[in-house]
């Protein structure tokens, strides 16, 4: 059923007008003699047509229309103005003004019928399409959501594939993309940087997949040649996630490659000194050592969390980038409760 809209400050207009409407079929009619009174209806509600006359005190079809269109969500609404037949540079000014077509006084039933029918036609069609964008929209977003899923479950598995060949657990990497998500949200960044870092984290030492068992899983110190080997795993994971049009795995690769990089430039793989370290590289050096420090495992005990501060502290600067010690620390209640929350024996969720 369409609304159609019919503002005329006189009576008989407006009679015949309804029951020119009336005769349309599939059409109802809402009359005014006020025009501001229209306009308020229309405030809070939507008509599929509107018939306005031109000459109307205190507010006239061209200020109707002007406020009309002025309202949200108005500016596709199809409206006919109603004028005299010499008023042709009213008829100009209505156009500019946002009007979509005229009818001529004596208003003539055929025409009327005519030029109704094809403005609601045209009216429906680009309803049709509004919807039928709308669920497209709503369509690509489900979508979307669905592939984000599966490449959030790929970059789990991806990162428990390493963490299976290597002492530390699986709660190791929450723990850690979390400390991460934290100091990123401290420093301020945007919101889907610290999203991002959340999703990217986990991967930093994915390249562990291609390091042999003996060094990776050896009890003792390695020895240097075996360190040298074991440093590789940096460069291993890059090259793995490099490449991907995936700015999850881009972050990820880029993470990877340097975590391990030390403020003053002592860090491998690169030696890079202090900002030249991409952020999410600094940002997961404190997140990583902090959780590796804090975490028991069969070669050494669990730091207090003390004595973990401190060490992030005493390095800020040559280790680690002090900015992000000092985002870490200032939000250490919620580190804590990071720390409280995932524990060794659980499967990540992310």
Not at 244 to 266: N, P, T, Y
Request: net charge negative; with cysteine.
């Amino acid at each position: 059923m369409h609304t159609v809209l019919i503002i005329d400050d006189n009576d008989i207009n407006l009679t015949l007008a309804k029951a020119l409407v009336q005769r349309l079929g599939d059409c109802q009619p809402l009359t005014f003699d006020r025009p501001r009174e229209a306009l308020e209806w229309c405030r809070a509600n939507e008509a599929d047509l509107v018939v306005v006359d031109y000459m109307m005190p205190d507010m006239d079809g061209l200020q109707f229309i002007a406020a009309f269109r002025a309202l949200p969500g108005r500016e596709d609404i199809p409206i006919l103005m109603v004028t005299a037949n010499d008023q042709r540079d009213i008829r100009y000014e209505a156009l500019e003004g946002g009007a979509n077509d005229f009818l001529n006084k004596p208003i003539d039933r055929v025409e009327f019928s005519a030029r109704a029918r094809n403005m609601l036609a045209l009216r429906s069609s680009r309803k049709f399409l509004a919807d039928r964008a709308h669920h497209l929209e709503v369509l690509v977003e489900e979508r979307t959501a669905a592939i984000r899923e599966r490449e959030k479950e790929l970059i789990v598995r991806i990162s428990r594939a390493a963490e299976f060949r290597d002492p530390e657990t699986g709660a190791h990497i929450q723990r850690m993309a979390h400390y991460s998500h934290l100091i990123a949200q401290t420093l301020g960044l945007p919101e889907r940087d610290c999203r991002l870092i959340l999703e990217a984290a986990p991967m930093h030492d994915v390249g562990k997949i291609g390091i042999p068992d003996y060094i990776l899983l050896k009890p003792g110190r390695l020895t240097p040649e075996e360190f040298e080997i074991m440093k590789g795993h940096a460069r291993l994971g890059y090259e793995l996630l490099t490449g991907s049009g995936s700015a999850v795995l881009q972050a990820g690769a880029q993470i990877a490659c340097s975590h391990h990089e030390k403020f003053d430039g002592s860090g491998y793989p690169g030696g890079l000194v202090g900002p030249a370290i991409p952020l999410f590289g600094r940002i997961v050096a404190v997140a990583d050592v902090f959780d590796a420090l804090t975490s028991e495992r069969p070669y050494k005990k669990a730091w207090s969390l003390d004595d973990a501060a401190k060490f992030l502290r005493d390095g800020a600067g040559k280790h680690f980038d002090p900015d992000c010690v000092e985002a870490f620390l200032r939000s250490w209640e919620q580190a804590l409760a990071i720390h409280q929350r995932f524990r060794d024996a659980e499967e990540p969720v992310f």
